[in-house]
């Protein structure tokens, strides 16, 4: 039997040797495959244990991708909208990692301008002939080290770019499309654990904000009125979920803004705010009263181009308290401006809008407590005046005939309700001042009372002398009439101690029969005319305001009060032995500047 000629026989040793190069090959593509798999459980297996947390799965990337791939080296960025942020680093030198993380606008016409603009994998042979050339000192700082053949794999959601792996050899020697297929599936995995973190911080961003909502709620509930403790809660929560270190809330007096609550503010800057400021006239005053929000990067870089009198502001801010970034969000209500919330940052890091949006919600809540105080406020305050109308009443049945009890009722009464020292009755006779009740006067003063009668020589007597209802003076020592040494003004001031005042006409048919005042002495008015920045000149006007709910606004809510009320109760005193009843208040609004 003849041996029969076979192709696949011809040379045994070549088969052999085939046959041995092919398993070597499918054991080889085994190995990889197996690598791939471990590699990917092993991340996966990072992303389970590690919730939220990026840095172990991005170093854990990182390894498989430069260990797998044989690369040298490898960087994972991530995509602000901006810049890119390198992130994660893998076989770099320590000060290389250092001059890598600042941030990186893309340069136009480089593989990062082409990885933002859509590009979704980007292989390179040898950086030095490529684009890279035209990178800024972070692509510089590559070649500088050795980087040749590299290739950059983008991180999309949905179209979105996240971010891009991107892994480095030392020598020209492209990357298989194997190897880029590994990173694509890595870069998957990578976009995967960014989700789950975004998705697991809104979810404690959200339960976080509810609870600190909760929390504000609970303390209104817990302090009607009382807006102290309210403002504090508000500003801690605020701060803390919007990452500021410091800040005030500030509320507006007629034009006067003043912090009622700071936090983390050095004193002495503290102090400033807690004394009061105008409304600076530029841009963001104008953005507060439109009830927009301010955010100013660069405090000090902004001062440059404010006004002079905010730029002095601003370079306050920046010198005293550190501050550099900054946002103001305004408490608004009806269309009117009742105050903002200010969070400072030592740092120039812009606040996002989530964050924003954060202050804004805690700025409602204020509003709801700022205006639950005003109505607890009104509502209190109508019960007490009723009170005191009550009680008035009774006293003028009681009686009849005699005013001295009268008028000693209605001084009592109005004193408590305008928190005055003392208080004082004149009747007019059409040129002289008569004298004819007092409470709480000073003896000194009293004597010099009863060397009356007097002819009108004080601003208030003469300017509702003139037609006007009431007059409030702020500083009596200010008034053209102490300065020229008039008797009253100086017996006032000097005996009495008076340094605010509130005089209301007693009139019958627009006939002035006389004016009953109350007055506050030196210390107190004083440490109210600080707190409420009369410094600004030494006076302050009390005509009608809108109820701010803090500040002077409930003082000069109290001094209408009891403008209304002194000026009605007296005339029933009158009333009871003319039988006529008397002209109707008017309601006026002077401004006086110590003249």
């Known amino acids: 039997m003849s041996a029969t000629p076979d192709s696949t026989l011809a040379d045994p040793e070549q088969r052999i040797a085939d046959l041995q190069r092919q398993l070597a090959e499918r054991t080889a593509e085994r190995d990889e495959a197996l690598a791939r798999e471990a590699a990917t459980a092993e991340i996966l297996a990072v992303i389970n244990s590690s919730p939220g947390d990026l840095t172990p799965v991005f170093e854990a990337i ?57 590009e979704k994998v980007i292989a390179t042979a040898d950086l030095r002939e490529a684009e890279y050339t035209l990178g800024g000192p972070g692509a510089q700082a590559f070649l500088r080290h050795g980087a040749r053949s590299c290739v950059h794999v983008a991180l999309h959601k949905e179209e979105r770019l996240l971010g891009s792996i991107t892994v480095y050899r030392e020598e020209v020697l492209p990357f298989t499309d194997k190897q880029i297929a590994l990173l694509q ?45 309210v403002f504090d809660a508000i500003l801690e929560k605020a701060h803390a979920l919007c990452g500021a270190t410091r800040g005030a809330l500030v509320t507006n007096d007629d034009d006067w803004f003043r912090a009622i609550a700071t936090r983390g503010m050095p004193e002495r800057f503290a102090e400033h705010l807690r004394l009061g400021f105008p409304l600076m006239p530029g841009p963001g005053a104008e953005q507060l009263l439109r009830g927009e929000h301010v955010h100013i990067l660069d405090l000090p870089a902004a001062g440059a181009d404010s006004p002079p009198e905010l730029a002095r502001l601003q ?210 008015a004083s440490s109210e005319l600080r707190r409420s920045g009369s410094h600004r000149d030494g006076e302050r006007t009390a005509h009608h305001r809108d109820t701010r709910g803090v500040g002077t606004a409930d003082r000069d809510r109290r001094g209408a009060r009891c403008h209304q009320f002194i000026a009605r109760r007296p005339r029933a005193g009158v009333r009871r032995h003319t039988g006529e009843s008397a002209h109707p208040l008017r309601r006026c609004n002077r401004r006086v500047d110590g003249t």
């Open 62 to 118: 990182l390894e498989k991708a430069t260990r797998i791939c044989e690369a040298m080296f490898a960087v994972l960025l991530t995509w602000d909208g901006e810049r890119l942020h390198r992130v994660a680093f893998r076989g770099l030198p320590t000060e290389l990692v250092e001059a890598l993380r600042e941030p990186m606008k893309p340069v136009p016409g480089t593989i990062a301008d082409r990885i933002v603009r859509g």
């Open 185 to 229: 599936s890595f870069a998957a995995q990578a976009v995967i654990a960014m989700e789950n973190a975004r998705l697991l911080t809104e979810t404690r961003e959200a339960l976080e904000q509810q609870t600190a909502t909760a929390e504000v709620l609970q303390v209104i509930n817990s302090s009607p009125g009382d807006l102290a403790p």
């Open 315 to 524: 370079l306050q801010a920046a010198e005293l308290a550190g501050t550099r970034t900054i946002v103001m969000v305004p408490l608004c209500k009806d269309g009117r401006l009742l105050g903002y919330i200010a969070g400072y940052r030592t740092e120039v890091r812009p606040f996002t809008e989530k964050q924003i949006a954060l202050v804004e919600n805690f700025a409602a809540q204020a509003v709801i407590a700022m205006e639950n105080a005003r109505l607890l406020t009104e509502t209190r305050e109508a019960l007490e005046q009723q009170t005191a109308t009550a009680e008035v009443l009774q006293v003028i049945n009681s009686s009849p005939g005699d005013l001295a009890p009268v008028f000693d009722a209605m001084l009592e009464k109005a004193m408590r309700l305008c928190g005055a020292a003392f208080g004082a009755l004149w009747t007019y006779d059409g040129e002289y001042m008569h004298s004819v009740a007092t409470r709480g006067v000073p003896q000194q003063m009293v004597e010099f009372l009863k060397q009356g009668p007097h002819r009108p020589a004080t601003v208030v007597q003469r300017t509702i002398i003139d037609g006007a209802p009431y007059e409030h003076i702020t500083d009596l020592r200010l008034t053209e009439g102490y300065r020229i040494n008039e008797p009253i003004p100086r017996a006032g001031a000097d005996l009495g101690g008076v340094r605010t005042l509130l005089g209301v006409s007693l009139r019958k048919d627009d006939k002035l029969i006389g004016i009953l005042a109350v007055f506050r002495e030196g210390d107190r």
